[in-house]
């Protein structure tokens, strides 16, 4: 099973989403939509790449991620995907609903569907619930440590329920672990833990003055700039 929004069997749309090559992963996409027209994870893919090549893709992205869901309305991922996109484009009440739909629905699932247990401990972290959120993705680590986006979720969840300290230790985690994963893959997972750590920072300017958020932003930075300046 696929751990994130890209499913298996698309090409090589995962293996460039992973890498942060969203447009070429784009471009890989099309030709799956025109063998898999009605195949939501087609849709929820696209979503994923458009939503991360830039706001001015929101709309597209949106749209995307609605066609999913009304080919596929259990399609958890890009429920989520939509309620990310919705938040950005200032939609916050029925992003907050999307939320509390993937957390109510994802915990019926986890026996059935591993990867929800990121979904939902992001869910409940874009809902302000930090300490469940913090719990639920502390249990997803310990089901699979090497769950690279998670640990980075789980720092995010942990710096803004206060315990910045230990924020910081899991994201020098997940950089350890991205760099021992390789350079395409660190690309991809370092960009979306930078973007998802300066949204919030933007939504909460008290902690982004703090010593341990300036501290995670310079490294993700830097790791992330090393590794487009290593080819």
């Known amino acids: 099973m696929a751990k994130g929004p890209v499913a298996h069997g698309l090409g090589r749309a995962e293996a460039l989403s992973d890498a942060g090559d969203y447009a ?20 929820t893919a ?9 706001p001015e893709r ?20 890009a429920k989520e995907g939509l309620s990310n996109v919705l938040r950005r484009m200032g939609h916050r009440r029925e992003a907050d609903r999307l ?11 986890y026996d059935a569907e591993e990867d929800l247990w990121e979904l939902v401990g992001w869910c409940e972290l874009r809902l302000g619930r930090y300490q469940d ?6 249990e ?11 640990r980075f979720d789980l720092a995010l969840a942990l710096l803004c329920a206060g315990e910045r300290s230990r924020a910081f230790l899991e994201y020098s985690r997940g950089v350890h672990q991205a760099v021992n994963g390789g350079v395409d ?18 939504e909460r300017p008290a902690l982004a003055t703090t010593h341990e958020a300036i501290a995670a932003r310079d490294l993700l930075r830097s790791t992330l700039r090393a590794a487009y300046q290593a080819g």
């Open 46 to 54: 696209r979503g994923w790449a458009l939503e991360n090549l830039g």
């Open 99 to 109: 939320c509390e739909e993937v957390v109510d629905e994802g915990r019926r699932r």
């Open 133 to 138: 959120a913090v719990a639920t993705l502390r």
């Open 140 to 150: 997803a680590l310990r089901r699979d440590g090497r769950w690279i986006a998670v």
């Open 58 to 77: 929101l709309g597209e992205a949106r749209l995307a991620y609605e066609a999913a869901l009304r080919l596929d309305p259990s399609a958890m991922w």
């Open 185 to 202: 893959r660190l690309r991809g997972c370092l960009r979306v833990a930078l973007d998802d750590l300066e949204e919030s920072l933007a």
């Open 24 to 43: 070429a992963a784009l471009e890989e996409l099309d030709a799956a939509f025109d063998a898999e027209p009605q195949n939501a994870a087609v849709f």
